[in-house]
C-alpha cells in the first residue's frame, strides 16, 4: 500500500505544478507534453490525478503517528 500511496503524491505533485504553470503563465505542461489539453493521452494523466487527490482524502483524517 505505501507504494501506492507514493504514486499518489507523485500525482498529486505533477498536478500541483501543472496547476501553478497554468495559473501563473496559462501554460498547460501536462497538454503541452502530450499533444494538447483535448488529447486521450493528457486526458487519462488529468483523470489520473484527480483519482490520486480522491485517494489522498482518507489521509487528511487518519491518525498515524508512526510517519515522525
Not at 3 to 19: A, E, P, S
Not at 43 to 63: K, N, Q
Request: hydrophobic fraction near 55%.
Amino acid at each position: 500500500m505505501q507504494t501506492f500511496y507514493k504514486i499518489c503524491l507523485i500525482l498529486l505533485i505533477v498536478g500541483g505544478i501543472n496547476w501553478g504553470l497554468v495559473g501563473l503563465f496559462q501554460f498547460d505542461f501536462v497538454g503541452w507534453l502530450l499533444g494538447g489539453s483535448a488529447s486521450i493521452w493528457s486526458r487519462i494523466v488529468f483523470t489520473l490525478v484527480g483519482i490520486a487527490a480522491l485517494c489522498g482524502i482518507p489521509g487528511l483524517f487518519s491518525d498515524d503517528s508512526s510517519e515522525n
